[in-house]
């Protein structure tokens, strides 16, 4: 954890924060189109304008990392983020509890496609230039050992991020691959 540091608001960060958000959901827009999930693409991550995941945002905002792995840093733990996944099924922290032990639901195929359209598109705004096709991969292999999804969800997200990393967004977020995919994955 790092040293409390006295804050100061700062309407720059405000502005600042209000626009990564925006063009994030943006991006996810697009994204869900292209995979044939519009209305969850609309309403994809509102709950970032709360005023308690708002504000947060504002307080740790850094532009090229989430302002809630920050918050995490600096206190062990982030409101916004026990709003945001209490809130948003795209999540599969969403699907277990702490005395999650064996497993936890298969996600629902629209939540399933509104993650993989939100993991890329935050990939994309936090990385900018420097964002590769395999990024996505590298960033699950790190992160999936401790995320208690269940398996089948587990292999069949590693199957995208493999796709997408050998042949790029267009040929996997599409409804036809993603919707093959899970039904091979989950059945
Ligand atoms: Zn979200």
Same mark, same amino acid.
């Given at each position: 954890?790092?040293?409390?540091?006295?804050?100061?608001?700062?309407?720059?960060?405000?502005?600042?924060?209000? #626009?990564?958000?925006?063009? #994030?959901?943006?991006?996810?827009?697009?994204?869900?189109?292209?995979a044939?999930?519009?209305?969850?693409g609309?309403?994809?991550?509102?709950?970032?304008?709360?005023?308690?995941?708002?504000?947060?945002?504002?307080?740790?905002?850094?532009?090229?990392?989430?302002?809630?792995?920050?918050?995490?840093?600096?206190?062990?733990?982030?409101?916004?983020?026990?709003?945001?996944k209490?809130?948003?099924?795209?999540?599969?922290?969403?699907?277990?509890?702490?005395?999650?032990?064996?497993?936890?639901?298969?996600?629902?195929?629209?939540?399933?496609v509104e993650?993989?359209?939100?993991?890329?598109?935050?990939?994309?705004?936090?990385?900018?230039?420097?964002?590769?096709?395999?990024?996505?991969?590298?960033?699950?292999?790190?992160?999936?050992?401790?995320?208690?999804?269940?398996?089948?969800?587990?292999?069949?997200?590693?199957?995208?991020?493999?796709?997408?990393?050998?042949?790029?967004?267009?040929?996997?977020?599409?409804?036809?691959?993603?919707?093959?995919?899970?039904?091979?994955?989950?059945?």
């Amino acid at each position: 954890m790092r040293k409390k540091e006295e804050y100061k608001f700062k309407w720059k960060n405000f502005f600042l924060h209000l #626009h990564v958000v925006n063009r #994030h959901r943006l991006k996810v827009l697009i994204l869900c189109c292209r995979a044939g999930i519009i209305w969850r693409g609309l309403v994809h991550d509102l709950s970032k304008y709360a005023p308690v995941e708002f504000f947060e945002g504002v307080k740790y905002y850094s532009g090229n990392r989430s302002p809630i792995k920050n918050c995490k840093d600096v206190n062990g733990y982030s409101e916004a983020w026990l709003h945001h996944k209490g809130r948003n099924k795209h999540h599969y922290e969403y699907w277990y509890d702490y005395e999650t032990r064996i497993t936890s639901p298969v996600m629902p195929y629209k939540y399933f496609v509104e993650m993989v359209c939100d993991s890329v598109a935050a990939g994309m705004i936090y990385r900018g230039k420097k964002w590769t096709k395999e990024y996505q991969l590298t960033y699950w292999l790190k992160t999936k050992d401790y995320a208690k999804i269940n398996p089948k969800m587990d292999k069949l997200l590693t199957q995208v991020y493999m796709d997408i990393s050998r042949l790029g967004i267009k040929k996997v977020i599409n409804k036809k691959a993603l919707k093959k995919l899970y039904l091979e994955y989950t059945r």
